[in-house]
């Protein structure tokens, strides 16, 4: 079954630099948007970054900048480059993707079917 497993999560102090990695094992779609998400404790889930396979990027306001989503497709793997981190970046964030027929909002979480399970970022001060 499709499983998508995210790793590079940590803490890190402000102004500093993550890279979150998003693997998708036994995804056998030849295309895919896909996207990456985050969810702080008493707030809803937030779009973050999304891609698809023509690597069209869409990002929220709050990170323009400062956050890059890129995908090798030879890995099968997903990848969020964040730098100037804030302590309002701290959230756990999820890596989502949908197959061939998907068609946004990109930032939009009922847009995506498959979710990985999160790995938490703690930006301090």
């Known amino acids: 079954q499709v499983q998508l497993v995210e790793s590079g999560g940590g803490s890190v102090q402000s102004g500093g630099s993550l890279r979150l990695s998003c693997e998708f094992r036994g995804w056998t779609y030849t295309s895919a948007c896909m996207g990456w998400f985050r969810q702080a404790p008493g707030k809803e889930r937030e779009g973050v970054a999304s891609?698809?396979?023509?690597?069209?990027?869409t990002y929220a306001d709050s990170v323009k900048g400062r956050f890059t989503i890129s995908q090798d497709n030879a890995k099968n793997t997903l990848y969020l480059q964040m730098n100037s981190l804030k302590p309002e970046d701290t959230a756990m964030y999820y890596c989502?993707?949908?197959?061939?027929?998907?068609?946004?909002?990109?930032?939009?979480?009922?847009?995506?079917?498959?979710w990985g399970q999160g790995t938490q970022v703690t930006v301090s001060s």
């Open positions: 891609t698809d396979s023509d690597v069209t990027t």
């Open positions: 989502a993707a949908e197959g061939p027929n998907c068609s946004g909002p990109w930032l939009n979480h009922r847009a995506y079917a498959y």
